[in-house]
């Protein structure tokens, strides 16, 4: 069977609404509309096999997938377009049989598949691909075929995640490994013990299903009955108030299972022979999902065009039907009989239509000009009647004078005979042989006058048949023939002859006879042209069992047969239009109770998007009713999109945390705690839940800014985002109630002290480097003060950091000394050189060094060193020169001190 347009659109928008903002999954609808096929493009990680045979991992792959007849008893064909390597995997498939059996979503089997390509799924027994079975046996061993195996690496994301953001989350394991990038030996003393890795989950439901809309084809009953005018279907005939109004219900054979379990195929086979298309149909989808046998698709698709085709017949005979051309609707329902043998009502259908052909008569052939037709039937009667009547006796005068011929013959013989007594013997002869005569011509006559008598009789009868079942023009013609063979009735039943003769003419003067022969038929005591009377009555039909099922609130199955009522009425101006207001009225009811019910119910199964759309076209609908409640029915469905748009945004924040996408997070639980604190009944454990994740979001989101910062060693940045993740953790303590706030604050403050011990270290080493030893020294000194303002300061790690810091600053002001000593020389080489050699120039000294050698005591010792050149060979000079600390003077140093 076709899926309905709107189930089509209703899957549309429930991959737009769940796939449109996601990363790693691109839906592209390929054809119809809306449409039938999409393309399906995965970013993630995934095995592929290449054309060497090599088995590798791949980030994209792509799938197609169909919505196929029969949909959703029959999943949808969904097929591999790259080279996706994995054991439920094959060329030409993907097994999704026992997932589409729970859960029948395309949105949910999108994910479904995604998580398959990147290994959370797959099968080790029945496998389509057994060399990716194999090879997954071998390279992923594990237990039992029907659990979930984890294949590809710890970072690739899952499609369907589920999150449960508990109270007491440890948040700060975001903070993990962020020093993994800075100096080990400036990191070593400040290396923090890692905590537990806190993996967010989440529980959502993906909007998925599209609407299971069937549209309905109407099957009108009976028409008109053969009876004195009354046209209304016998309570007999009526269907049932919770009867399908076309094809109505059939029952099937039982499904083509054997009793071990197997599947009996040559029984579908042999239904498929028969032409029982239905009944295979039937059989077809109450198979479970999982069921496969060889044919079984061209099966499916043999079953499904053969009752598309028996229902397409069946719609334009329906048409066929109300347009008044019984015969062609009949020949539609024996082409449909051709197609299925078990088409469900066909042989009701046929009975109908062939009373309708009997009833309607000649109204539904072309019409013969009369008079043409009266001289066809008078011809006839003709023949008939020379054939059944008897030649006309000979009449009485010839009968007697054949006598008197006789005895006359004789007299020249008989000359001398007596005459008179030869008279006399005769006439006692003559006289019996007349009496005879007379009496067989009036037998002769008596029985003529009864045949035609019987004859007239029976026309007469049939004329009132014909009538009554309104044959008019044989009514006339039957009648003016009983009028005409009445009429040769002579002597004999003179009296039944003119009775008959005037109850023949008053039928031909009466009033049916003239409407039916004008083209009406009576009705409710009024005569009406034919077409209007068939319309009347099937409107009636039609509005008595949508009355009948609107009673009931059988809403789905009331709103075909009030809307076929209407389209009937649209052109039948006799149908009494204050019917057709209540039908309206009745109509608009009925779809705003299933809109609103079937938004209800896709509330309960955490549809948003259908419920939404579903919902908002009830109100549509509300705001066009007059009913006593209509403003508590609006505030009502108004509150449950209200929750539907809190629902749907915190399901998509939810979604967002799972991603690690904070900040997208944080936004889309905003909009849901707005949505939830517009509600005319605010939900304050909502609301209170709801600010709760925002400012979850909006601490992961700056905690992961700082552990980014600090990875890029941004210690300033990663400062600022730590400290600013402490204060929310403060500010928000009660709205939290979190048990360990206290230590979760203790580890922000622990990493912010190392993050700013890490940054001045840094900053020492760098000066100490380029002997900028006073700007070390203060780098150093901050340190110190830093970690002895700190709630950390007894903590051994950070007291062999100040210990270190305070060594590095005593080295650091000693290689301070040191450079201030070098510098003084190196500034004084020359005055101090030529002071102890005054006869070396000062152009002449060369390759000038000042090297520290030692301390003695309070004494530096350095070493002043050139080469003397230009009197010839080039001489090396040394001199030595000692600092006093204690005194602080220069004094000239010989080697004998």
């Not at 629902?647 to 996408?661: C, L, N, R, S, V």
């Not at 301070?816 to 070098?822: E, F, G, N, Q, R």
């Amino acid at each position: 069977m076709a899926i309905a347009t709107e189930q089509l659109e209703a899957i549309y928008q429930e991959i737009t609404q769940t796939f449109s903002d996601d990363p790693r999954i691109t839906v592209v609808p390929v054809d119809g509309n809306p449409p039938e096929k999409y393309e399906v493009t995965y970013n993630i990680e995934g095995l592929q096999k290449t054309d060497e045979g090599a088995v590798e991992k791949a980030e994209s792959h792509t799938i197609a997938i169909s919505i196929p007849f029969g949909y959703p008893h029959f999943p949808p064909s969904c097929k591999p377009k790259s080279p996706i390597f994995h054991p439920d995997f094959d060329p030409a498939a993907i097994c999704i049989g026992d997932f589409w059996e729970m859960n029948r979503s395309i949105g949910d089997l999108i994910s479904h598949i995604g998580d398959m390509i990147s290994g959370a799924h797959y099968s080790t027994t029945n496998a389509f691909n057994e060399e990716a079975a194999q090879w997954y046996a071998e390279n992923y061993p594990s237990g039992d075929s029907d659990q979930d195996k984890v294949l590809i690496t710890d970072e690739q994301d899952s499609i369907s995640p589920s999150l449960s953001l508990a109270t007491d989350e440890d948040f700060t394991s975001l903070l993990e490994d962020a020093d993994e990038q800075v100096d080990e030996e400036l990191l070593e003393p400040f290396e923090s013990k890692q905590d537990e890795e806190i993996t967010p989950a989440l529980s959502f439901v993906e909007d998925s299903e599209g609407k299971n809309e069937q549209s309905t084809d109407i099957a009108g009953d009976d028409l008109f009955e053969e009876s004195d005018f009354d046209f209304k279907t016998t309570p007999s005939e009526e269907t049932s108030a919770n009867e399908e109004l076309a094809p109505p219900g059939f029952e099937s054979d039982p499904v083509g299972e054997m009793d071990d379990g197997e599947i009996d195929v040559n029984h579908f086979n042999e239904l498929a022979t028969e032409k029982r298309f239905f009944g295979l149909d039937k059989e077809l989808s109450l198979l479970p999902v999982t069921t496969s046998f060889e044919g079984k698709e061209a099966l499916a698709e043999q079953t499904a065009v053969a009752v598309q085709e028996a229902q397409s017949l069946y719609t334009k005979a329906l048409e066929l039907e109300h347009k008044g051309e019984p015969a062609e609707a009949l020949k539609h329902f024996q082409m449909i009989e051709a197609v299925t043998t078990d088409f469900p009502g066909l042989h009701d259908d046929l009975s109908r239509m062939n009373q309708a052909l009997e009833l309607l008569g000649d109204w539904t052939t072309p019409t013969v000009d009369r008079s043409a037709e009266e001289e066809a039937v008078l011809e006839t009667e003709t023949l008939v009647e020379e054939a059944s009547v008897s030649p006309p006796p000979p009449q009485p005068e010839k009968q007697v004078e054949k006598p008197e011929q006789e005895t006359k013959e004789p007299a020249p013989r008989t000359f001398f005979e007596d005459g008179p007594k030869r008279k006399s013997r005769l006439l006692p002869y003559a006289l019996l042989v007349i009496v005879l005569l007379v009496g067989a011509a009036a037998g002769a006559n008596y029985y003529l006058s009864s045949s035609k008598y019987g004859q007239a009789q029976q026309r007469f009868e049939e004329c009132l048949a014909s009538l009554k079942s309104n044959q008019f023009s044989n009514a006339e013609l039957q009648c003016e023939s009983a009028v005409g063979l009445a009429k040769q009735v002579r002597l004999f039943k003179a009296g039944d002859r003119d009775t008959l003769i005037m109850n023949v003419e008053k039928t031909l003067r009466s009033e049916p006879l003239k409407q039916g022969l004008a083209g009406n038929l009576p009705l409710d005591g009024q005569y009406y042209p034919r077409q209007a009377v068939k319309n009347i009555t099937s409107f009636r039909e039609f509005k008595g069992k949508g009355d009948e099922l609107f009673a009931t609130s059988n809403w789905q199955q009331s709103v075909p047969n009030y809307e076929q009522a209407l389209q009937i009425a649209a052109d039948e101006i006799a149908i009494d239009r204050q019917e057709l207001f209540q039908i309206s009225e009745n109509l608009k009811i009925a779809r705003f109770n299933i809109t609103y019910q079937s938004g209800l119910s896709y509330i309960e199964r955490k549809k948003w998007v259908l419920a939404t759309k579903d919902l908002t076209e009830a109100l549509e609908h509300l705001k066009t009713l007059s009913l006593p409640d209509k403003a508590g029915l609006i505030d009502e469905i108004t509150v449950k999109l209200g929750q539907i748009e809190q629902a749907t945004e915190q399901e998509k924040g939810d979604i967002a945390f799972a991603e690690e996408k904070w900040n997208k997070a944080s936004e889309h639980y905003r909009k849901a705690l707005t949505a939830a604190n517009q509600s005319f009944d605010p939900d304050q454990e909502a609301i209170y839940e709801l600010k709760q994740l925002v400012v979850k979001g909006d601490l992961y989101a700056i905690v992961s800014s700082g552990k980014s910062a600090f990875r890029q060693a941004r210690w300033d940045e990663a400062i600022a985002n730590y400290d600013k993740a402490i204060s929310l953790l403060e500010d928000n303590r009660e709205l939290l109630k979190q048990t360990n706030t206290e230590e979760n604050r203790k580890k922000l403050a622990r990493i912010m002290l190392q993050a700013s011990i890490i940054r001045d270290k840094q900053d020492a080493a760098r000066h100490l480097k380029e002997q900028e030893f006073k700007l070390a020294i203060t780098k150093l000194e901050t340190v110190m003060t830093t970690i002895s303002a700190s709630e950390f300061k007894s903590e051994t790690e950070f007291e062999i950091v100040r210990q270190e810091a305070e060594q590095t600053i005593k080295q650091a002001q000693t290689d301070k000394l040191m450079a201030d000593k070098i510098t003084y020389l190196e500034e004084n080489f020359e005055e101090l050189f030529t002071k102890h050699y005054s006869g070396s120039p000062p152009d002449s000294l060369k390759e000038r060094t000042v090297v520290f050698e030692k301390q003695m005591g309070s004494r530096l010792l350095f070493r002043l060193q050139c080469v003397e050149v230009g009197r010839g060979r080039p001489l090396q000079l040394v001199m030595k020169y000692t600092h006093d600390l204690d005194t602080g003077k220069w004094e000239f140093y010989r080697d004998s001190q």
